[in-house]
């Protein structure tokens, strides 16, 4: 049997291992799979994220197998569209000059939201349950899908415009 400390460890490890996994994956696939479109596969995974964190809430404690795999999925499914949002959606958006300046603006912008979850996160769970805390990153997955939705929509409409 392992130990949980072990399992603790695999788990640190194994989170950012997948979540590179995840982005390298979304490059291709936007690349390759939908031709140079970004919005499709971040809203693909981002769903998949919720669907995953979902997931992960309702997993007994004490079946850490499963869990392990169901973190990995999140750690993929959270690298990818992050990847895609902060470097190459704002990259299509912006101007060759102006590229560099809205990415950064973009990641910045990214980074004040995360530091405002881990506050946000920690209030809800202290003040209400991990239940609440789940509730709160199903539905940023939610929310952030549904924003890259209407990215894609309107990518598409530019599209078809030309």
Not at 38 to 61: H, K, N, Q, T
Request: include cysteine; glycine fraction near 10%.
């Amino acid at each position: 049997m392992l130990s949980i400390r072990l399992v603790l460890q695999v788990k640190a490890i194994a989170f950012p291992v997948a979540g590179g996994l995840g982005a390298i994956f979304a490059g291709w696939a936007s690349d390759k799979i939908f031709k140079n479109r970004r919005a499709p596969v971040a809203f693909i995974m981002l769903v998949l994220l919720a669907i995953s964190c979902y997931l992960y809430r309702i997993v007994p404690g004490d079946n850490w197998v499963i869990s392990l795999i169901i973190l990995l999925f999140i750690g993929f499914f959270t690298f990818g569209p992050h990847v895609l949002m902060v470097a190459a959606i704002p990259a299509d958006f912006g101007s060759r000059k102006a590229a560099s300046s809205v990415t950064g603006f973009i990641d910045a912008m990214g980074y004040l939201g995360a530091s405002l979850t881990g506050v946000g996160t920690g209030y809800l769970i202290e003040k209400f349950s991990w239940d609440a805390g789940f509730c709160f990153w199903i539905f940023g997955a939610i929310f952030a899908a549904i924003m890259t939705l209407v990215i894609w929509i309107y990518k598409e409409r530019a599209i078809i415009d030309n």
